[in-house]
């Protein structure tokens, strides 16, 4: 069963090593999607694939790379698009 999910990241975090983080973790699940800077210490991530590599990689969104500090995740289920890829974004 396919799963779609936007996380809003909110903290302490270093755009270039989280969103790298996200991709690289992403790539290893098989989730496609994307993640990008939303400004003001925020990430974007738009998850898409498989529900059971959604589900385990929110986790690993809400822990982020070494030394980032998370504070805040808002969740949101989403309408599947059909990425064919993980994407980082910018603007």
């Not at 790379?65 to 289920?77: D, V, Y």
């Amino acid at each position: 069963m396919k799963k779609s999910i936007r996380i809003i990241v909110s903290g302490s975090i270093q755009p270039v090593f989280f969103n790298r983080f996200i991709k690289e973790n992403a790539d290893k699940l098989g989730i496609k999607g994307f993640v990008r800077n939303a400004g003001d210490g925020k990430a974007e991530v738009f998850l898409e694939g498989n529900s059971e590599a959604v589900v385990e990689m929110i986790p690993i969104c809400k822990k982020g790379p070494q030394h980032a500090l998370i504070r805040n995740i808002e969740e949101k289920e989403e309408k599947y698009q059909g990425f064919t890829e993980f994407k980082i974004m910018t603007f």
